[in-house]
């Protein structure tokens, strides 16, 4: 019990996230603020905080800019051409360019049908990385008693580590969610429907909320809106139809 609760709490906290993102009907505040915390980790990460001009690994910055944002920004021309300058004078010229680069991406589309887009896009990501942290999770559950022979506690080794796994989901999602919306190419509102049947979002979403299920394995099947249809008669040894990828008797099949 004490091993569910740690998943059931993370359940709780995706469930309000999700919920959150369905009831918005524009969550363009909520990206911009991913995106600039995507930003700002990657620029320090290149362009340490307090560090001196001959430390910053603006090259590599500037080519995982265009790689992974679309953003081509001369930042060795504008240090070279510069007598003096600042770190934060270059993080503040690259999240304009970030910003400016989104808008127009935006108002090629409009607002209405980009909101749209975006919610689908982060919805998607966020559904992909819960099941597949379901799955570490699992994992990490059936190999934790070992930790008892280096003189650990299981229990306490499963919350830190299952603590850390959802940290770096979040940061996972931010980071994808960041990277599509930066580097899809739209032209018109038409562009949009097809990106997300591309992606494996539908954009006709429901307002559908979800509520968490005190049974720790009840509603592993996240994707699925209707997940308290009954499933359909299937043998102990055949895959599980919630498509978690295990034999039903090790899944859904042992709530019977």
Same mark, same amino acid.
């Given at each position: ?12 906290? !995706? ?5 959150? !993102? ?13 995106? @600039?915390?995507v930003?700002?980790?990657?620029? #320090? ?14 090259? /590599? ?12 920004l001369?930042?060795?021309? /504008? %240090?070279?051409?510069? @007598?003096? !300058?600042? &770190?934060?004078?270059?993080?503040e @010229? ?11 991406? *935006?108002?090629? *589309? +409009? ?12 919805? @998607?990501?966020? &559904?992909?990385?819960? #099941? ?10 059936? =190999? ?17 580590e299952?603590?850390?796994?959802? $940290?770096?989901?979040l ?6 969610? /960041? ?5 899809? #190419? ?5 562009d !949009?429907?097809?990106a997300?049947?591309?992606? =494996? ?6 307002? %559908? ?15 699925t809106i $209707? ?6 008669? *299937? +043998? ?9 990828g ?11």
């Amino acid at each position: 019990l004490q091993y569910d609760d740690v998943a059931n709490e993370q359940r709780k906290e !995706i469930y309000r996230l999700r919920n959150e !993102i369905l009831e918005s009907a524009d969550i363009g505040e909520m990206i911009t603020n991913l995106r @600039q915390s995507v930003l700002l980790e990657q620029f #320090r990460l290149h362009v340490p905080e307090g560090s001196m001009e001959e430390q910053w690994e603006l090259a /590599t910055l500037e080519r995982l800019l265009k790689e992974e944002w679309a953003l081509d920004l001369p930042l060795l021309e /504008t %240090v070279e051409k510069a @007598q003096t !300058i600042e &770190d934060q004078q270059l993080l503040e @010229q690259i999240t304009q360019a970030a910003e400016q680069a989104y808008e127009a991406k *935006v108002a090629l *589309v +409009g607002r209405q049908s980009f909101a749209a887009f975006e919610r689908s896009i982060m919805l @998607q990501s966020l &559904d992909s990385h819960w #099941r597949e942290h379901l799955a570490a999770l699992d994992h990490l559950r059936q =190999g934790i008693h070992l930790r008892g022979y280096a003189k650990k506690d299981p229990k306490q080794e499963y919350k830190r580590e299952a603590f850390v796994l959802f $940290s770096e989901l979040l940061e996972t999602v931010k980071r994808e969610v /960041t990277r599509i919306l930066m580097t899809v #190419r739209l032209q018109s509102a038409a562009d !949009i429907e097809e990106a997300a049947e591309a992606m =494996g979002e539908p954009l006709a979403l429901e307002n %559908v909320a979800y509520s968490h299920q005190e049974q720790p394995d009840a509603d592993e099947n996240f994707s699925t809106i $209707s997940s308290k249809a009954p499933f359909p008669k *299937v +043998g102990r040894n055949d895959p599980c139809p919630c498509q978690s990828g295990k034999k039903y008797k090790h899944c859904h099949g042992k709530l019977a």
